[in-house]
């Protein structure tokens, strides 16, 4: 749990349609009176940026790739995430420690037990090991994604692969969602996006992080 702060992370495979909902719920908390760090992984800090760079377009082996976005996110944590928490902001994080665990764990079939070491060497501080105090898993099934992602940007080194391999990350998803079911929203995110959106809504509401 957060000291005071409130810990949201954002998760999905790619084309999952995640963003839009992250700025309306800032702007909710933001009304509600709440001082919102909006912020991303790999990134968020100026190092952390670099590192996203070389994570989504140079080749490299799930090793160095795991590596890569774990010094990231240590960098991240300690500029920004723990700062903001301590603070008593709403930190809300387009994706973390969930998404080694889906994309590299998963999608690569890198070894968990090194993600769990990684996981615990890099996460862990005063308060005992920092995870979100929710998080939010957009969960889409991979063929609809691939056409979504099929009419946007240039495909970076993840968003080209094939639709086996989002299925991976789809499992890798579900195995941490079972493994700390407390902490996970699941939604729907085939849904249109109203109803997407008033799905998250009322979950938040439910859990006394918003009110109505
Ligand atoms: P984004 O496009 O949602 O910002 O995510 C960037 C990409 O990085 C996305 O394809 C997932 C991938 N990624 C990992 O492979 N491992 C990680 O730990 C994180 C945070 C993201």
Redesign the pocket.
Known sequence: MSSTGLFISFE???GAG??THIEALAQAFAQQGRQVTLT????GTPLAEKL?EM??HDAMDSLT??LL??A??RDHLQQVIEPALARGDVVLC????D??????GG??GFDLTVLRQLEAWVQTSAHGLRQPDVTVWFELDPAIAAQRLAAARVP????SQPVAFFQA?SDGYAARAEADAARFVRLNAAQAREAVWAQLHASLVQRGWLSA
């Open positions: 999905g495979i790619d995640k963003s991303r992984e790999p990134g996203r994570v989504l790739e795991s976005v774990f990231a996110r387009d994706r973390f420690t998404a080694t665990f889906a994309y590299q999608g690569r970076d080194r993840f968003e990350v």
